[in-house]
C-alpha cells in the first residue's frame, strides 16, 4: 500500500534555513573528509604506541612489509572499493574496512615456544593479527576487479586449483612422512650435529646471556611468531632479504630468497618471502602471469607443513587478496576453507570464509557460516551484523533483521562500526515503520563520521568540502545553459522517450534496487558511469545528441542519465544515494496530477517542460497516488564545486 502522506524519517524544522544547513552540511563534509580519507590515514598510520611489547611490534613491522607489494594501488583502490561497499539499496556486499580498530595492543596473546600460537577462544592472536595488518586494507583494494571477473573464472581454473592443492597436500604428507621415516644413519648423523649446533649456540647464548642480561631470547626474536624452528635458524638471512624487499630492491630480495630455497626448500618465511617478492614484480611490470606466479608460491608457503599459524594468517590475507583481485574469488574461498580445516577453531578464518560468500553473491553459505560462527560465540558482532545485513538486505525480513544488526552494531567489534549497517539498521527500522529509532540511528552514524549528516547518508563522498542541500536552483548549479539546452527541446525528448514505453520494442528495465514499496517504475538508461550506452542511444539519438553537448552530464562517472517512468500506485521508500559528489537534474515530460517527491523536508512535483533539481544524498523519498504515468528525463551533473581533479580520479559509481 502507498502510503497516505507524506512521512520523513528525517524531519527538517519547518520553514529550516537552507543556508544554514548548508554550512552545517559544508562542515561535516570536511570533519569526515568521508570514511575514504579515515581507511587511508589508518592505513598510513605506522606509530604505535611507545610500550608496545616486542612482538607486537615486530609483527607491526612484518606487516607493513606485506603491505608494501600493495601500498602504491592503494588510494585509488580503496576508492574502488569504498564504492563497491555501498551502492545503497542495491546488494552488492564488499568487505567491511575496519572504521573502529579500539582493540588495545595490551591484550596481544603470548606465543608458545616453537611454532605455535597460544589460544584464547573469545579474541586469539588472529585477531591481533588482522589488527596489526594494515594489509588488511589492501585485502579489499580489488573488489571491483573482483566484480568484473568473478564471471571469468572457468572451470578448468578451479580444477587446476585443485590438483595443484591436492599435489601440494601431496607434498607435505611426504615431508612429514620422510620426517617419521629419519632411521636411516645419514640423516641420523646430520641430525646429531644439528643438534650439536644448536646445543652449542644454545651455550653461546647464554654466555651471552649471563654477561648481559638484556640478551633477547628466542622467544623475544620479534619475528618468532612467525618463524618456524627452522626458519629461526635461518633468521639472519630471512631479516636480511625481508629487509631488501621493505626498502624495494625486490631483485636483490629475490635472490636472497632464492639463495635461502635451494638449501631449504621449504622454508615457510623464504617461501613467503619470494611470493612477495614476486608480486611485487608482478604489479611494477603489470604482468598476470607474475601474478599468478606469486599466488602460487603464496599458496605453497600456506601449505608448507611448518609455517606457523600466524603466519598462515598473514599469507592468507594476502592470498585471498591477490586471489579476488585475479578475479578468482572461489580460489579465494577455498583458501579460508583450508585455513578452516587446519585451525577449526579459529573464527577469524570463518568470518573471512563469510564475508568472501558475500563479495561473491553467496549468501546462503555466508548466511551458513555466520550462524555456525554464533553457535560458537553468539555475541560475535562481526557474524551478527553481516548475518543482520542478508536478513535484511536479501530476505527483507526487517523485523528479525532489526534485533541482529542492532546487537553487532552495539558491540562496537571490530569490522562493526561499518555505514552500511548503520544505513541499513536505520533503513529497516524506518521500514517497520520506527522513524524515531530510524532517526536516531542516523544520527549515531553522523556523530560517528560515517554520516555527512542524519539527512545525508551517501558513503563515497568527496574528497573537497562541498556544499550540501536538498534543493537546487539552476543558478546555484551554474548549469543554466544547459538546462536551457535541455528544457528548450523537451518536446522531443519527451516523443523519443514515450516512444521506448512499447512493451514491444521499448528497453525500460524495472527498478533492481528494492527500493520501492509498491508499484511498477522503470528505467531507460542513457548514460552510466560517465559512458555512453550506444545501444540505447541509437533508439533516441536526438536525446543523446542533446547530451553529447553537456559534457559535466554525460562524463558524469558517479551518475546516470535516464528516462523514468512511474505508474500510479509507486511508493519509493525514503533512500539516499550513494555520492555526494553529483547534483540530479529532473527534466518533467509527462506529469499528471498525482506524484510527489520529497527531498529533505520540502515535497515538490514536476513540471512538464521544467526542471526540478535536488541532492540525492540527502534522503529523499517519492510517491504516485495518480492515475496516468509520469515520465521524467534524469541527469546528473558533477557537483559544480568539485575539483576537476576528483572528477578525473573518482572511481566510477
Ligand atoms: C529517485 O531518484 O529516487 C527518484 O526520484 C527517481 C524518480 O524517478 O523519481
Ligand atoms: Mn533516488
Not at 552540511?25 to 604506541?49: A, Q, V, Y
Not at 585475479?326 to 573471512?352: C, M, V
Not at 560517528?448 to 551517501?458: H, K, N, T
Amino acid at each position: 500500500m502507498a502510503k497516505q502522506k507524506p512521512k520523513s524519517s528525517t524531519p527538517h524544522k519547518p520553514g529550516k534555513d537552507n543556508t544554514k544547513n548548508e554550512k552545517n552540511n559544508h562542515n561535516h563534509s570536511g570533519s569526515t573528509g568521508s570514511t575514504r580519507k579515515h581507511h587511508i590515514d589508518h592505513k598510513h598510520e605506522t606509530k604505535p604506541e611507545k610500550k608496545l611489547q616486542s612482538n607486537y611490534l615486530v609483527l607491526f613491522v612484518v606487516s607493513m612489509v606485506v603491505a608494501t607489494s600493495t601500498a602504491i594501488l592503494l588510494s585509488e583502490d580503496v576508492q574502488k572499493v569504498l564504492i563497491e561497499f555501498t551502492q545503497l539499496g542495491l546488494n552488492p556486499f564488499q568487505e567491511v574496512l575496519n572504521l573502529n580498530d579500539d582493540t588495545t595492543p595490551d591484550d596481544y596473546v603470548m606465543h608458545q615456544e616453537g611454532d605455535t600460537l597460544k589460544k584464547d577462544p573469545k579474541q586469539d592472536a588472529h585477531d591481533k593479527l588482522r589488527e596489526l595488518d594494515k594489509n588488511a586494507i589492501n585485502r579489499n583494494n580489488d573488489l571491483t576487479q573482483d566484480k568484473q571477473d568473478t564471471g571469468k573464472e572457468t572451470e578448468s581454473d578451479s580444477n587446476k586449483n585443485s590438483n595443484r592443492a591436492s599435489a601440494i597436500n601431496k607434498d607435505d604428507m611426504i615431508e612429514s612422512e620422510s620426517e617419521n621415516i629419519q632411521d636411516n644413519s645419514k640423516v641420523k648423523e646430520t641430525k646429531h650435529q644439528e643438534e650439536q649446533q644448536n646445543k652449542e649456540q644454545d651455550v653461546k647464548e647464554k654466555k651471552i646471556e649471563g654477561s648481559k642480561k638484556d640478551k633477547p631470547r628466542q622467544e623475544d626474536y620479534g619475528k618468532i611468531v612467525i618463524t618456524s624452528k627452522g626458519d629461526y635458524k635461518l633468521r639472519k638471512k630471512l631479516d636480511a632479504a625481508d629487509k631488501l624487499l621493505e626498502k624495494g630492491e625486490v631483485a636483490k630480495a629475490m635472490e636472497k630468497f632464492d639463495a635461502i630455497l635451494r638449501n631449504k626448500s621449504r622454508s615457510p618465511r623464504a617461501m613467503w618471502g619470494k611470493a612477495l617478492a614476486t608480486d611485487k614484480l608482478a604489479e611494477q611490470q603489470k604482468s598476470n602471469k607474475l601474478l599468478e606466479e606469486a599466488i602460487s608460491l603464496m599458496d605453497e608457503a600456506l601449505r608448507l607443513s611448518k609455517t606457523p599459524e600466524a603466519l598462515q594468517l598473514i599469507i592468507a590475507e594476502k592470498l585471498a587478496d591477490r586471489q579476488a583481485f585475479r578475479g578468482w574469488s572461489h580460489k579465494e574461498a577455498n583458501t579460508w576453507k583450508y585455513l578452516i580445516g587446519k585451525h577449526p577453531d579459529n573464527l577469524e578464518f570463518q568470518r573471512k570464509l563469510g564475508v568472501c560468500y558475500m563479495k561473491i553473491g553467496k549468501n546462503e553459505p555466508a548466511r551458513e557460516v555466520f550462524r555456525k560462527i554464533l553457535s560458537v560465540d553468539p555475541d560475535d558482532g562481526f557474524a551478527l551484523v553481516h548475518l543482520g545485513f542478508i536478513m535484511k538486505t536479501a530476505d527483507l525480513n526487517y523485523t528479525e533483521a532489526i534485533p541482529i544488526l542492532q546487537r553487532g552494531i552495539e558491540s562496537k567489534q571490530p569490522g562493526t562500526q561499518d555505514g552500511r549497517f548503520f544505513y541499513h539498521l536505520g533503513d529497516a527500522y524506518s521500514r517497520v515503520d520506527n522513524v524515531e529509532m530510524a532517526r536516531k540511528i542516523y544520527q549515531q552514524g553522523a556523530d560517528a563520521g560515517i554520516f555527512l549528516s542524519a539527512d545525508q547518508r551517501s558513503l563515497y563522498n568527496a574528497q573537497t568540502p562541498l556544499t550540501g542541500r536538498p534543493w537546487w536552483t539552476q543558478e546555484q548549479t551554474t548549469y543554466q545553459p544547459h538546462l536551457k539546452l535541455l528544457e528548450d527541446n523537451w518536446q522531443t525528448i519527451r516523443d523519443e522517450g514515450l516512444a521506448q514505453l512499447d512493451l514491444k520494442t521499448g528497453a525500460f528495465v524495472p527498478e533492481e534496487e528494492n527500493l520501492r514499496e509498491t508499484g511498477d517504475w522503470k528505467q531507460f538508461t542513457l548514460y552510466q558511469r560517465g559512458r555512453k550506452n550506444e545501444e540505447n542511444c541509437k533508439k533516441v539519438p536526438k536525446t543523446c545528441s542533446l547530451l553529447d553537448r553537456i559534457p559535466d552530464a554525460k562524463g558524469c562517472t558517479r551518475g546516470q542519465i535516464k528516462f523514468s517512468v512511474m505508474h500510479p500506485g509507486v511508493h519509493v521508500w525514503p533512500h539516499t544515494g550513494p555520492t555526494n559528489c553529483r547534483i540530479r537534474a529532473h527534466l518533467g515530460l509527462k506529469v499528471p496530477e498525482g506524484p510527489k517527491i520529497r527531498v529533505g523536508n520540502d515535497i515538490r512535483t514536476w513540471k512538464e517542460g521544467k526542471f526540478i533539481i535536488f541532492d540525492d544524498s540527502f534522503e529523499h523519498e517519492v510517491w504516485h497516488e495518480g492515475t496516468e504515468l509520469r515520465l521524467v528525463l534524469i541527469v546528473d551533473f558533477w557537483h559544480p564545486e568539485l575539483p576537476a581533479h576528483e572528477k578525473r580520479t573518482l572511481s566510477p559509481i
